[in-house]
C-alpha cells in the first residue's frame, strides 16, 4: 500500500454525516432487523406445508392446505424483498452522500 494508515475509530466513520445520513442509516437497520425477523416466520407455511401431507388427508385438503401454505411464502418473500432492497437503499444512499461529502 501507499500509505500505511492508522485505523479509524468507529464513530469517525459517521463524521461527514447529517441528519439525513443519520435517518436513512437507522431505516435501513430496521427494515434489515426486519427482514432478518420475517425469515422466522417461514416455519408457519412449512408447518402448513407437511402437514398437509398426512396419511390421512384426502387429496382435497393437500390442495387446500398447499395452497394457504404458497401463500404465506409468497407474502412472507414479499416482505422479505422490501425489507432487503429498503435498507440496502439506505445505506447505498448514505454512503454515496457521505463519499461526495468526504471529497469536497
Known sequence: ????????????LFRFAD?????LLVLGFICAVGNGVSLIFYANPFGQLTQAF???ASK???VEETK????????NAAVVFINSWIS???????SE???IKCRK
Open 60 to 62: 382435497d385438503m393437500i
Open 1 to 12: 500500500m501507499k500509505d500505511d494508515l492508522p485505523p479509524v475509530k468507529f464513530w469517525k
Open 19 to 23: 441528519k439525513l445520513d443519520y435517518v
Open 68 to 75: 394457504k401454505a404458497v401463500f404465506g411464502f409468497l407474502i
Open 54 to 56: 398426512a396419511p390421512d
Open 88 to 94: 440496502q437503499a439506505c445505506w447505498s444512499i448514505s
Open 97 to 99: 452522500r457521505q463519499t
